[in-house]
């Protein structure tokens, strides 16, 4: 008996426990069960301004001088004299002495072709009075029987092609006497020299090359797409400003204006090149040189890297909007029940930041500021106006910038 109550006491507490905890999951007080809201996203909008606006076109270029010479001899020679201005970097100006080669052998030159000059003269006049001495002596002869032999024209006109070989030959050695003068073609900066004391030169040989100051040249490469943006017929009177940062914080600006469009297509890079001019890069021949004030103008050195924006035509109902929003000519409209909404926009023109669209939108409309493919069509969403991006699009005007180098080249004046 005992034995039994013992075997069986082990499955009597287990079941009390089962039944125990039946007993309390049935009576738990079960949670109370909320509804589950929603929240729609939050998006940053802009509201669209249309406004008139004068379309730029951005560009670049190196500055090169409008004129360059290769300065070669003429003439052979050793050097017997350079000019201390004519070192690399020194400025020159027009008809100055560069360098001088050895002249005695062209001295004894024009010595000599002035003698023969005056010997053929002298043959000339003793000719012109034979002739005339035969005219006498013929002077009752039958006219059918005089013959220009007798009268000695043709002795005469063989004296004065000598008479004019002797004066070619003496202008000849004028001009190369004159021509052992190196001298400078126009106001220039000297680019190289490749001659020094005792050089001997022949003729052909490269003395030195020489940078015109007068005016400086930069071609501007444009896109064809770009060209449509620009009012052709008023383009060699674009004036420019163009721009160079020598570091990190200082920018410099000079004064240009377009003077010329080459008018093809390179076959290279596929780009059209409009020429700009800027007058006096090195401020050589201001008027204001002996002003103190003149010298801080800075100089627009060759070489260097300069950027631009051109005007362009002014186009009317243009919506600025950061480029990233645009998708293949789409972007996200709210509409009035906040709810989104793809739209096919017109891009008239796109730069780094910003595109400009025409058409598709109107104003005061509510634009998504994230890429139309980041939500689909009918998406509830509350707007929340952005701060850090104005729509206003009136910086693309003309900006007024500080211009150091006043002096414009207007082609035709």
Do not use: C
């Amino acid at each position: 008996m005992h034995v039994m109550v013992r075997r069986l006491l082990p499955l009597v507490i287990i079941t009390i426990f089962i039944v125990a905890s039946v007993l309390l999951i049935n009576t738990k007080k079960r949670p109370e069960q909320q509804k589950v809201t929603v929240q729609p996203p939050v998006l940053e909008v802009i509201k669209i301004q249309k406004q008139d606006v004068q379309l730029t076109v951005g560009s670049y270029g190196i500055v090169e001088p409008k004129q360059k010479a290769e300065v070669v001899s003429e003439v052979v020679g050793s050097v017997k004299y350079i000019s201390p201005d004519f070192a690399v970097g020194k400025f020159v100006t027009k008809g100055e002495l560069l360098a001088r080669l050895d002249d005695s052998d062209y001295h004894a030159d024009l010595a000599q072709a002035e003698a023969t000059l005056a010997q053929a003269q002298a043959k000339l006049k003793e000719e012109i009075a034979r002739g005339k001495v035969a005219k006498k002596v013929l002077r009752d002869v039958s006219p059918n029987k005089k013959t220009s032999l007798g009268l000695r024209e043709p002795q005469r006109k063989q004296e004065e092609a000598n008479v004019k070989f002797a004066q070619a030959a003496v202008e000849r050695a004028k001009r190369n006497l004159t021509k052992t003068e190196i001298r400078a073609p126009f106001d220039s900066l000297v680019r190289s020299k490749e001659i020094n004391i005792g050089s001997y030169v022949t003729k052909g040989k490269l003395i030195g090359e020489l940078y015109g100051t007068q005016t400086a040249e930069i071609r501007l490469p444009i896109t064809p797409q770009s060209m449509a943006y620009l009012d052709l017929p008023r383009l060699e009177t674009t004036k420019l400003t163009l721009e160079s940062q020598y570091n990190e914080v200082k920018i410099i600006h000079w004064a240009a204006q377009l003077v010329r469009n080459e008018g093809v297509i390179d076959k290279d890079n596929r780009m059209i090149y409009l020429v700009a001019e800027v007058n006096d890069p090195y401020n050589r021949h201001s008027s204001l040189v002996n002003n103190s004030a003149s010298l801080s103008l800075p100089i627009l050195q060759f070489g260097t890297f300069v950027t631009t924006k051109i005007q362009g035509r002014k186009v009317s109902d243009v919506i600025k909007l950061p480029r990233h929003v645009v998708r293949s000519e789409q972007v996200i409209v709210v509409d009035a029940d906040n709810k989104t909404t793809t739209r096919k926009v017109h891009v008239v023109r796109s730069d780094k930041e910003n595109a400009y669209i025409i058409g598709g939108l109107t104003d005061g409309e509510l634009v998504s500021l994230i890429s139309p493919d980041s939500l689909i069509d009918g998406t509830e969403v509350t707007t929340v106006m952005s701060k850090s991006y104005s729509p206003d699009i009136s910086p693309l005007m003309a900006a007024d910038k500080k211009v150091v180098n006043p002096k414009v080249v207007n082609k035709g004046e």
